[in-house]
Each structure stands twice: as C-alpha cells, then as structure tokens.
C-alpha cells in the first residue's frame, strides 16, 4: 500500500478541486489516509474561524465538502483496494459524487481539529457507498453518506472543448 | 412582505455565516429572495473560479453550501409567511440545518450564474422541509432537501462563555 494522501495520488488535471485538489492554491487542501489497521479511512481538518456558522460553530457547508471530498477520496482507495492494486496506479479510479447525505448531530466547535473517519458500506461496478463520521473533541457531530460513482469519462472542461 | 434579502433581515449575531453571513467578508453571501409570486424562493450565484470541482465544473461543496444557506433562508420565510408575520419581525425564526441531502443530477458549468429555487414541502412546529433544484443555463444540475429546525436557543459561542 503506497503511502500518503489519497488526494496526492489524482491526476493533476483532477487536481484543482476547492475541496481536495493539490493545484487550488486557494481551496481547504482536504487529506485522506488510511488508518492505522488499513481498514477505515482517516481525514483531520483545522478549520479557520473563516468558516463560522454561528459564532463559535464549524459552517454546515464545510462539514459538507469535508464528508463529500473525503468520502469520494476513500471511495478511491477503497476500489484500489478492492482491486489489489496500489493507490494512484489506476489513475481511472476516481470517484464523483453522485448524492451526498449529512446528519447534522450537534454543533460542531470551530476552535479544535475535526476527525473524520470513512467506512466502507457497499463496493458494486462502479459505485460506492462511504459512510462518514465526523467527531469533534471526541464528540460525534455529523454522520454522513457519501454515493460515489466512477464515470466512464470524466467530466473535464478545460476550455479547449466548448462549455457542454 | 418586507423587501430584500431574507437573510439581511438576520439579527446581527446569526450574521457571521461563511454561506450567507453579511458580516462575514470572505463568505459566499447567498442572498435568498421570494420569487415574483411569492410562493417560491430564489437564490442567484455566480461561482468565481476558485470554487471549481474537475475543470470547468462548480464544486459538489459550494452546491451542498447553497442548497443549505438557500434552504435555511427559505426555512425562515416560510415560518414567517405561515404566522403571518413580516420577515424580520420575529428574530426567533432563525432555523439551523438537521439534515441535508443532494443529489448531483448532471456536472454543473462555472461560467454561468446557477439559480436555485427552493419550495416548502413541509412546515410543523419548529420543522421546516425545502426542496431546493439547483439550475444552470436551464438544466436540472442538483436536487437537495434541507430539514430546517428552529432551536429553542441558538448555539453560538462567541467567546464569553466556555468552548462547550
């Protein structure tokens, strides 16, 4: 299993998302690894007070892109995985996120490292299912399910095509 | 029906939101309006480029951000709308999001304003439900359902009391 990011393991053409790609200079920069035994699937994210909701409180919208980036991510590493292949060598593993469910639970505290943790739920064809937990001082603030889904050709405008 | 946008008539603590807070300068700033009729709410967004997803595609996160900010907004109108009261008027109509849910129905352009409407599905007590579709240049991208409570006290933090 190769070491680090998921994230660091995309194509640089899929590689400016405002979540999770390594060319946004201005994006959250988002980190997926796997955990310790292999099996789950860890990201931990500072958020800056940049992304308030109510004073004091992490932004639902952050929380969002948090469980959606690191959801699609491990989707990545979970179908590498599946396939008994290295992260990053199968570069047409790359995952879009087909729908996005979030629970929000409790407010989630915006001064403290946010960890999130990703499960495998379902891995079929070209689709699969992470659930995500979001903890906050310990405390579970959000749960999450991201459906990931691998498209036969990504959808990529880099202006060289028109747009749609 | 007071003018403008629902979320400028938030009292000045709820306003430091990073979707929707006119107090928070780096923020979004969705703006949500009632539609010409009245029955259904607007939103209008023009993505800068740093919000890209893959190449020339809106990012899942700042859709998810919209339909939150949209949906809360509209939250409040409605409850508004089904006492009888003018927006504004009564400062506890402040809803936060307990569950947010988005399909990506097609990949969304950038270079184009997204318009999303949202629509009451559902009000009881301190419980609001908007369905919210999300538009570019006419096409169906996104579906979310947002379900919006009304806390008995707000959760803000801002510093004068313990972190939790």
Redesign the interface.
């Known amino acids: 299993m190769k070491h680090g990011a998921f994230q660091d393991h995309y194509s640089d053409?899929?590689s400016?998302?405002?979540?999770c790609?390594r060319f946004?200079e201005?994006?959250l920069r988002i980190k997926s690894y796997w955990d310790e035994e292999g099996v789950r699937t860890v990201c931990r994210f500072r958020p800056s007070r940049?992304?308030?909701?109510?004073?004091?409180?992490v932004?639902?919208?952050?929380i969002?892109?948090l469980i959606?980036?690191h959801g699609t991510g491990s989707a990545a590493a979970f179908a590498h995985h599946a396939s008994g292949l290295e992260l990053g060598s199968d570069p047409s593993l790359r995952f879009?996120?087909?729908?996005?469910?979030?629970?929000?639970l409790a407010?989630t505290?915006i001064?403290c490292e946010l960890v999130l943790l990703g499960f495998l739920d379902e891995i079929k064809g070209r689709r699969v299912v992470v659930r995500v937990e979001l903890r906050a001082?310990g405390e579970l603030c959000a749960k999450g399910r991201v459906v990931a889904v691998r498209p036969r050709r990504?959808?990529?405008?880099?202006?060289k095509s028109p747009?749609?």
């Open positions: 053409e899929t400016y998302c405002y979540g790609g946004n201005h994006g940049v992304y308030t909701a109510l004073p004091g409180y932004y639902g919208g952050l969002a892109s959606d980036c879009v996120t087909a729908s996005l469910h979030v629970d929000f407010p505290p001064e001082k990504l959808p990529i405008n880099n202006g747009d749609r």
